[in-house]
C-alpha cells in the first residue's frame, strides 16, 4: 500500500467512494475537487498498483486541523488502510503547525468510534441532530503532540 498527496485525477474514484459509504452527506463531484485542492486542504490517497483504497482529508487553521473525512473501500477495510492514511495525515498537519485534529463522527457509527478511541481519540461533545439521517455526532479530538497509538 502507498500513501500519497491527492491529486485532480483522483476526483472520480473519490467521488465515487463518497457516494457509496456517506449516501445522503456525501460530497458532490465539485465539492470533492474543493476537497482535493492543496491550496485549501490536506488530502491523501491509499492505493495499491492494482486499486484504490480510500482517502483521507482535513484542514488546518492554527493549531487545529479539522478532519473532513476518512474513508476505505469495503475491500480493503480491517487491513490498516485507515491507520495508514491517519497516520500520514496526522504528521502533515502537525508539520502544518496543528497541535490537535477534531472530528464529528455518527453516533450510529460503533465500528469507526471503536476504531477513533483505540487510535487516542477522545470525546469533546456530542452534537444532536447533527446528520441528515437524524443522527447524532460525537465530536472527537485528537492530541497530535503525542507519537501515534
Do not use: I, K
Request: with cysteine; glycine share 8%; hydrophobic share 45%.
Amino acid at each position: 500500500m502507498r500513501v500519497r498527496p491527492a491529486t485532480a485525477t483522483d476526483v472520480l474514484a473519490v467521488a465515487a467512494l463518497e457516494r457509496a459509504m456517506f449516501g445522503l452527506d456525501a460530497w458532490t463531484t465539485a465539492g470533492v475537487s474543493e476537497e482535493l485542492d492543496p491550496r485549501h486542504r490536506r488530502a491523501l490517497v491509499a492505493e495499491t498498483d492494482e486499486a484504490f483504497l480510500g482517502y483521507a482529508v482535513a484542514a488546518v487553521a492554527g493549531d487545529t486541523a479539522d478532519l473532513h473525512r476518512v474513508a476505505v473501500t469495503p475491500a480493503a477495510r480491517r487491513q490498516g488502510v485507515a491507520r495508514g492514511l491517519l497516520t500520514e495525515l496526522r504528521e502533515t498537519c502537525r508539520a502544518d503547525g496543528a497541535t490537535r485534529m477534531l472530528l464529528e463522527v455518527s453516533a450510529l457509527n460503533d465500528g469507526a468510534l471503536a476504531f477513533y478511541s483505540a487510535e487516542g481519540w477522545v470525546q469533546l461533545d456530542r452534537r444532536p441532530g447533527y446528520y441528515r439521517d437524524g443522527s447524532d455526532a460525537h465530536v472527537l479530538s485528537l492530541d497530535l503532540t503525542r507519537e501515534a497509538a
